[in-house]
T-cell receptor, first 113, second 114 residues
Framework: SQKIEQNSEALNIQEGKTATLTCNYT??????LQWYRQDPGRGPVFLLL?????KEKRKERLKVTFDTTLKQSLFHITASQPADSATYLC????????????FGQGTTLQVKP | DADVTQTPRNRITKTGKRIMLECSQT?????MYWYRQDPGLGLRLIYY???????NKGEISDGYSVSRQAQAKFSLSLESAIPNQTALYFC?????????????FGPGTRLTVL
């Protein structure tokens, strides 16, 4: 069956360091992989999307990689700040406009000053 | 103003009561979704609707029903609430022509069933 795995343990890092979050998937061949940010008690917010033919995508301090051979996406936040503390969800999606996403459980990032 | 709104934001109710959660959107999207989120289980799809006349069951539809009153409105009902329906509920929208299925979420409704 299709499965998405994100590290369930919280990631604690010091302000200014680079945070790296991992999303692994099995039994999927997604055309896109999306990353969302969720703050406690609030709805997820779309951050970035990477296509299967893109190795890397950047947006300000965010960088996403997509390795279709390893079936893995990495999400990096450089020069992390306490305001980056949140839960980050990955969601593979498929071409063909299926209209549905399956979300990973998310990894909580805590950036300490 | 928020593009996707949900009412109420918080609700405490008793077992057996009928509850309706409402979602409205001003994004002009055709597709709307209801999810529930439980600690450790992530987001799970309850129902989704691709247009006003289209309603589909998601992963966990038992105990829930929905109504798509207009393009902009999608409501979720719990006909007879039970304690294990205590969760955070989210409405989301997406654009029919978007091949990536990117979704836009409301702020959520925290439901407690006693």
């Amino acid at each position: 069956s299709q499965k998405i795995e994100q590290n369930s343990e919280a990631l604690n890092i010091q302000e200014g360091k680079t945070a790296t979050l991992t999303c692994n998937y099995t039994n999927y061949s997604p055309a896109y992989l999306q990353w969302y940010r969720q703050d406690p008690g609030r709805g997820p917010v779309f951050l970035l999307l990477i296509r299967e033919n893109e190795k890397e995508k950047r947006k300000e301090r965010l960088k996403v990689t997509f390795d279709t051979t390893l079936k893995q996406s990495l999400f990096h936040i450089t020069a992390s700040q306490p305001a980056d503390s949140a839960t980050y969800l990955c969601a593979p999606s498929f071409s063909g406009n299926t209209g549905k996403l399956i979300f990973g459980q998310g990894t909580t990032l805590q950036v300490k000053p | 103003d928020a593009d996707v709104t949900q009412t109420p934001r918080n609700r405490i109710t008793k077992t057996g009561k009928r509850i309706m959660l409402e979602c409205s959107q001003t994004k002009g999207h055709d597709r709307m979704y209801w999810y529930r989120q439980d600690p450790g289980l992530g987001l799970r799809l309850i129902y989704y609707s691709f247009d006003v006349k289209d309603i589909n069951k998601g992963e966990i539809s038992d105990g829930y029903s929905v109504s798509r009153q207009a393009q902009a409105k999608f409501s979720l009902s719990l006909e007879s609430a039970i304690p294990n329906q205590t969760a955070l509920y989210f409405c989301a929208t997406s654009e029919a022509g978007d091949p990536t299925d990117t979704q836009y979420f409301g702020p959520g409704t925290r439901l407690t069933v006693l």
